[in-house]
């Protein structure tokens, strides 16, 4: 089944304690993107991917850290978490070929307290 | 940087009312202006995309229009059913820079 994977799906954390959430596709696509979904704001892209190795900063990058050293994974890493990024995260991916269309995965709710 | 805004922030309507909700972006330079559905609890779906050659699209009873000139494009939901009821995004992006509006949230009222 093509999907897109997060984990954990819930987290609940103190602040300054490294974590890290995990995004994995298994469709082949070439983009990859974060975003982080707060009331009354929306999605915000927190950064994207265009390929392995290549990493481009969203509107809202600072406190995060990302990489891509395989095609299929994209983690979002949080190396001194606060409380203001407790929030909803979403990863997604897309095809180059087909065009812009992102499949988002199933989201991350991560608490820090 | 671009900026999208979304509105209203709240539409209800009558089953069977068609719904419209409107968007402006601010980068001449997007072209490409999806719309996504979000159910409660659930991830963003798309429903319905543009590009900025394009000025209409149609897709059953969803339908989505672009004026490149004043820099805002329209979502349209005719024959709304309860199961329209979601919050709805629209989004502009130039390549992989992708900027949400802040959402709509529809009510469907049967």
């Known amino acids: 089944e093509a999907q897109v994977t997060q984990n954990p799906r819930y987290l609940i954390t103190v602040t300054g304690k490294k974590l890290t959430v995990t995004c994995s596709q298994n469709m082949n696509h070439e983009y990859m993107s974060w975003y982080r979904q707060d009331p009354g704001l929306g999605l915000r892209q927190i950064y994207y991917?265009?390929?392995?190795?290549?990493?481009d900063k969203g509107d809202v990058p600072e406190g995060y850290k990302v990489s891509r050293k395989e095609k299929r994974n994209f983690p979002l890493i949080l190396e001194s978490p606060s409380p203001n990024q407790t929030s909803l995260y979403f990863c997604a991916s897309s095809p180059r070929e087909a065009g812009l269309e992102q499949y988002f995965g199933p989201g991350t709710r991560l608490t820090v307290t | 940087g671009e900026n999208v805004e979304q509105h209203p922030s709240t539409l209800s309507v009558q089953e069977g009312d068609s719904a419209v909700i409107k968007c402006t972006y601010s980068?001449?330079?997007?072209?490409?202006f999806p719309w996504y559905k979000q159910e409660l609890g659930k991830r963003p779906q798309l429903i319905i995309d543009?590009?900025?050659?394009?000025g209409e699209k149609k897709d059953q009873r969803i339908a989505v229009t672009l004026n490149k000139t004043a820099k805002h494009f329209s979502l349209h939901i005719t024959e709304t059913q309860p199961e329209d009821s979601a919050v709805y995004f629209c989004a502009a992006s130039r390549g992989q820079n992708f900027v949400f509006g802040p959402g709509t949230r529809l009510s469907v009222l049967p």
């Open positions: 991917s265009m390929n392995v190795e290549v990493t």
């Open positions: 980068d001449s330079a997007s072209n490409y």
């Open positions: 543009i590009r900025s050659n394009v």
